[in-house]
């Protein structure tokens, strides 16, 4: 039995971040990715800095709670809720689309063929717009509320 050919990766890490010549949804895809991994980030410090200044009782906490108030946590906490945001409503779009809700229903392959991703790109337009809507809400409460 011949062994599986492979073919070099040219591309390396970079690889990973340009997506060629797909659309959007592809870097939606790397987005959901990363911003995936950054709220397990910000959960394992949360609750690790939540446990361990909670323990060592209320001054600590306090005091803790102070420092983490600076105007930086505040940009911090901006991005997660617009990570969580983006990556809850992009969750949201690809379910309805594995279910063929946004997609409807099969039709037969009839020239001149229909793609599917005209069919989902205004799902795709209206998560972004959500997403950058709930983003200007918390960045305009972060000025305002400074």
């Known amino acids: 039995m011949k062994a599986m050919e492979t073919k070099p990766n ?8 340009w997506g060629g010549n797909y659309r959007v949804e592809r870097y939606l895809f790397l987005l959901h990715r990363l911003t995936g991994l950054g709220i397990i980030l910000f959960g394992i410090i949360h609750l690790a800095v939540t446990t361990f200044y909670r323990i060592q009782g209320q001054a600590t906490w306090e005091s803790a709670m102070l420092a983490l108030s600076g105007p930086w946590f505040k940009i911090g906490e901006t991005l997660v809720i617009l990570a969580f945001s ?4 992009n969750g949201l779009r690809l379910i309805l689309q594995e279910l063929g809700i946004i997609l409807g229903k099969p039709t037969r392959p009839i020239f001149p063929f229909r ?3 005209r069919k989902q790109r205004k799902m795709t337009l209206s998560v972004m717009v959500l997403v950058a809507l709930i983003f200007v809400i918390f960045l305009i409460d972060l000025i305002v509320k400074g």
Request: glycine share 14%.
């Open 86 to 89: 983006f990556h809850a409503l």
């Open 10 to 17: 040219h591309l390396g890490v970079r690889g990973w971040f």
């Open 115 to 117: 793609d599917t991703l």
